[in-house]
Every structure is written in structure tokens, then in C-alpha cells.
């Protein structure tokens, strides 16, 4: 072994962060043993608080230390407009848009009959429950257009058949099975202008 064990083991986790290589992860990890004690504490303390506080909002799913989270608390934002995503770090995608002014409904998931992941894995019931409150309701279908992204996006529609919903996708703009949060922003802000209503 290279190097002490200890290092090591700071390497290794470093490894498990996406686009890390062996080669950044020791740079990462020799690099951060040189930093004062001070800040590496405040880091280490933040990670773990961080871990530990944050969790999804009651409401619409997205990562957030309170119970629910700032954005489902704007009174500002239009509460008949959701746009179903994903996961949270498709909502932050979205926000840096600057213009969207609805509101989020984050499934921390999507159906997979080959990974045998339901409707009642995922963030979806509470879904269903939040439009039937709503008078005329607007959903934004923004799922990956990969297999699990399309049974999703064709679950939602059929059960929401016949009830008084607007239902609308992203244009076509999308590349296939892409992260909506690795899309560039003017892209995205394309096929939210374009989204295409999908509901009767
Ligand atoms: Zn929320």
C-alpha cells in the first residue's frame, strides 16, 4: 500500500463520488489533510448535520431541513402548477431557470417493472392526494425519457384520466435517458416553453 491506511481510507471515499477517478481522489484527499484542523472540523460537522437534518419536505418531496420546505411555503409561487420530477437535485435544475413559478412534486423514483419498483415505492400516492385538493390543476411531466421515465409518465396520465387535470411533458428537446439535472439551462427552458399537453 501507497499510502497509510488512514489516507486510504480517504481516498476511497472520495472514490464514491460521482466522476471521481483514483487519480482526483488522491489529489482530493491529500489536498484536504492540508487544510487547517479548523476547517476540516467545520466540514466534517456540516457533512454530518447536513446528513442528518436534511430530509423531504411533507409536502412535494424535495430535500429540505425544515418540515416543509421553502418553496411549498412561497405564497408567491403558484400552487396549481406542479412539476413532477424525478428527484431533488432535478428541482435545483429548475430553480436556476429563475422563471419557473409553480410549484414541485418530487418522486424520489421512478416505476421499473424489471427493478420490480411500483407506484407504492415511490413519492407518488401523496401526488395524486395533493392535485385532487387543487381547483384545475396543471402537472409537468419532467421524467427522464428512458423506459422508467415513459411507464411513469404513462401511469400518472392514466390514473389521472377523467379528472379535471391539465397534463403537459417537456418537449422533445430532451435527450434520451439524460438527467433533467444534467441538461444545460437554455435547453431546459426550451422544453418547459414547449411542453407538450398529453391529457385530454
Ligand atoms: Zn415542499
Known sequence: MVYPKKLEDIIEFYKKLPGIGEKSAERMALAT?????????NFSLSLVEAKE????????????????????????????LICVLEDYKSVFAFEKLGNYRGNYHVLNGLISPTEDIGYEDINLTSLIERVEKLEKPELILALKSNIEGETTTLFITKILEGKDVLISRLSYGIPIGADIDYIDVMTLDKALDDRKQISE
Not at 33 to 41: D, G, R, T
Not at 63 to 72: H, L
Open 33 to 41: 489533510l492540508e487544510l487547517p484542523f479548523e476547517q476540516i472540523n
Open 53 to 80: 437534518h436534511l430530509k423531504p419536505c411533507k409536502i412535494c418531496g424535495h430535500i429540505t431541513d425544515k418540515e416543509i420546505c421553502d418553496i411549498c411555503n412561497d405564497e408567491t409561487r403558484d400552487k396549481n
